[in-house]
């Protein structure tokens, strides 16, 4: 982050972003940022809108499917359906994070996922709906795989939604687990669908700390309307002496993070966010045709969307090393030298200061 963010982080270590009479600029951070991402996630204007921030994706995640959870257990008594013949479910690819496994020990959902192959390397769409019944509390669809970098097919799976919700009185929805996506996807594929643009699409969550690009930890879960959001989830907290929503699970942390988050919101802008994306999904590019032209190993995910790639090496190659050896050498060379990530590292023309970021870490 540049030296002023990192400035004003240090100057707010000390303020409890949950305390919000004590500190109610703090608070009224917060809320912009949310104001921003909706805008940036296309909430509809027509509905209202509710989110917060979280410690990161893992805690929004936790949130998104809370939420969930208890808006199928209201529908589900309503229309007589028996809640205890069994546990309720929740689907998802086999290539999701593990804080949707944490969720579902935690909340005591069962755990169903679509399998990836070779020949689907993101959400089965051929298949995802045999494993959607009564008890299905929602679908997660994954905006960038942790391992792969790939994009669920989100507009796809949101049709497959709507054609099943025609016909029955448990309908499903989609969350959106945008970790990674939430803040690269809008400034670097604007016309694709994959938010509340699209009808099924009830709750997104993105970390901050990825491509928000602030230091760790911050998160942020948007609901696109607050009948998406059981009011039980929702604690009302004394707020210059009027009340505030808050429906985080953590509750003391540093307000550093929604400092950085909105430093950079203003700082960046659209452009500036485009910009930084441009180069690192340059970079990215750079890196698949290097790999590629070494001849020595099979591209999995080449970064087109997200700068994440993904590859193996070639069945056929005779060379007396592995991923593993070449992974060791890489961390050697990081050591001695600069971080492999380093690469990553933007150029930002559009800052008055100097041409090139620091690099940090
Ligand atoms: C798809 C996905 N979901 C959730 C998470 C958890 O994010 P966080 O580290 O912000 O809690 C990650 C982190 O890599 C992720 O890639």
Redesign the pocket.
């Known amino acids: 982050m540049e030296p002023e963010a990192e400035k004003l982080m240090a100057q707010s270590f000390e303020k409890n972003a949950i305390d919000k009479s004590e500190y109610p600029r703090t608070a009224d951070i917060e809320n912009r940022c949310v104001n921003i991402i909706a805008d940036l996630w296309h909430a509809p204007k027509d509905e209202a809108f509710m989110g917060t921030s979280?410690?990161?994706?893992?805690?929004?995640?936790m949130l998104g499917g809370m939420a969930m959870k208890f808006n199928w257990r209201k529908n589900a008594q309503k229309h007589g359906l028996d809640i205890n013949a069994k546990k309720p479910n929740l689907v998802i690819s086999s290539?999701?994070?593990?804080?949707?496994e944490k969720f579902c020990v935690y909340w005591d959902v069962e755990l169903r996922t679509v399998p990836m192959d070779a020949d689907h390397l993101s959400l089965d769409l051929n298949h995802v709906m045999d494993y959607v019944d009564d008890y299905t509390i929602g679908i997660v669809g994954?905006?960038?795989?942790?391992y792969s970098g790939r994009y669920d097919d989100i507009a796809g799976l949101d049709r497959l939604v709507e054609a099943h919700n025609q016909k029955t009185n448990f309908p499903v929805y989609i969350h959106v687990?945008?970790?990674?996506g939430g803040f690269y996807t809008p400034f670097m594929e604007a016309n694709l669908k994959w938010d509340f643009r699209l009808k099924n699409v009830i709750s997104i969550?993105a970390?901050?700390?990825?491509y928000g690009l602030v230091y760790?930890?911050?998160?942020w879960v948007l609901w696109r309307d607050k009948q998406f959001l059981p009011e039980e989830l929702v604690f009302k907290v004394s707020y210059l002496g009027g009340e505030l929503p808050t429906m985080a699970i953590n509750f003391s942390h540093s307000a550093s993070q929604l400092i950085g988050q909105y430093y950079n919101f203003i700082r960046y802008g659209y452009q500036g966010y485009k910009a930084i994306h441009t180069r690192t999904h340059e970079v990215a590019q750079y890196l698949t045709h290097a790999l590629e032209e070494t001849a020595l190993f099979d591209i999995v995910n080449d970064g087109a969307q997200l700068p994440v790639i993904c590859y193996s090496q070639k069945p056929d190659n005779q060379h007396e090393w592995t991923l593993y050896d070449l992974s060791d050498r890489l961390l050697m060379k990081a050591g001695k030298y600069l971080p492999i990530r380093c690469l990553m590292i933007s150029r930002r023309p559009w800052c008055n200061g100097s041409l090139f970021g620091r690099i940090s870490g």
Do not use: F, M, R
């Open positions: 979280t410690i990161g994706s893992s805690e929004a995640c290539g999701y994070q593990v804080c949707w994954i905006l960038g795989i942790t687990d945008a970790a990674s969550n970390s901050g700390h990825k760790p930890g911050v998160g």
